[in-house]
Nanobody
Framework: QVQLVESGGGLVQAGGSLTLSCAAS????????MGWYRQAPEKQRELVAT???????NYADSWKGRFTISRDNAKNTVYLQMNSLKPEDTGVYYC???????????????WGQGTLVTVSS
């Protein structure tokens, strides 16, 4: 069984920075794509950024240039460095991993529990 633990959310003033972390644990053979999604109040969950196993990144336009996604394969962890935060960045941030468990040997999509980011003006 694979579990994800997110951390790093909180309250920050506009213009500030936060770093989110999402660590996977369990019987993991490999992790393919890792990503972060944001769900703003009363809105649907939307993609923020993704990173592939070889380090290729992709960002939604709203966060391009301000946010940076990275991964540490040795720690099975994905990060989201958020700079120049705006009030409209507020929401619950979820990590999403495509994990290949040892027992299953096929890719499964796993979601973190979510971490709240609140940006005050």
């Amino acid at each position: 069984q694979v579990q994800l633990v997110e951390s790093g959310g909180g309250l920050v003033q506009a213009g500030g920075s936060l770093t989110l972390s999402c660590a996977a644990s369990g019987s993991i053979f490999s992790i393919n794509r890792m990503g972060w999604y944001r769900q703003a109040p009363e809105k649907q969950r939307e993609l923020v950024a993704t990173i592939t196993a070889d380090g290729s990144t992709n960002y939604a336009d709203s966060w391009k240039g301000r946010f940076t996604i990275s991964r540490d394969n040795a720690k099975n962890t994905v990060y989201l460095q958020m700079n120049s935060l705006k009030p409209e960045d507020t929401g619950v941030y979820y990590c999403n991993l495509q994990v290949v468990p040892i027992a299953v040997r096929r890719s499964l999509e796993v979601w973190g529990q979510g971490t709240l980011v609140t940006v005050s003006s």
